[in-house]
């Protein structure tokens, strides 16, 4: 084979071994939901509650692992969402779950765009400053606003329409828990063309050297803007989903609590990786719960030990030091 033909088929080959992998991965977390959906059918609601943190956690991978932006307030973006579906409902009648995570949507957009505008106007510690004071800022106003939000006492009265009309959302979690993974897997497929199209390819640029970025003529703040508001949505409708799920909205979705965790479970799986953000979530939430329940007392001690095992060992995350060492041996075979 000539250098040309080689150089023809290098790409080609990638492509093909990357679309394998996603419908690898993507058939994996298909057998998972549903192993989950059968195995566990009284924790259906813990299920559904680790469904939406992965989609908070995969917006933050968006703009923390692929863009380089360092947050702790990116809970101001799941609790927008969770709030504007929840308001839609008790306060408007608007019962359809379509509309519902709609209005999450969109809300966790504007939330995206607002954060973003502050955010971006610092870089390294200031960065997280403005940040942390951005989730105050939001918890305050939705404590404040008890008229809309129920303050300290939470947002209830929201209800949801059966899914098109036949599906209910039963106390058992049925219904929630299967929209949930349909929100997951469009989510993620949408993302996994997101970080590869030029313009994630654009923003992975940015975190490396925005210098060189400006430099090619290119806006690294317009970029990262138009991620921190894609990045609102998806974290948006991780929230409406735990409106449409619980019915009710506390203010511990706008918590800073939530924000750190968040930013522990996508170190735990790996930065700049779409399944290392969702294999974290997975290990944190149901480690944390398992172990909170054997051990009430000294949960806290067990986890901290793991992460600390983890930063310590696996430096790139779980799910970011197993690809890496499958690549090597792979290049070592080659």
Known sequence: MTPTVEREAAPAVTGYRTLRQDVIAVAV??????????LFPDNLALLTRLIAIALLVLSLDLVTGYCGVATLGHAALFGAGAYAAGIASAHYGINDPLLMTLAGIVAGAVAGLVCGVVILRARGLPQLVLSISLIYLFHEFANKASDWTGGSDGLS?????????????????????????????IALVLLRILVRSPFGM?????????????????SPKAALIKMYMISGAVAGTGGALTAISTQVVGLDSLSFTQSAEALVMLVLGGTGSLFGALVGTVIFMLFEDYVSAANPFHWLTIVGALLILVVLFAPKGIYGTAAAYVARRREARA
């Open 202 to 218: 654009l923003c992975r640029g940015i975190r490396q050297d925005p210098l060189r970025i400006r430099a090619m003529g290119a």
């Open 29 to 38: 977390i298909v057998a998972l939901a549903a192993a989950g959906y059968l």
């Open 157 to 185: 009265g929201i209800s949801a329409d059966p899914l098109f009309g036949m599906y209910e959302f039963d106390l058992y979690g049925h219904t929630a828990y299967i929209y949930g993974v349909a929100l997951l897997l």
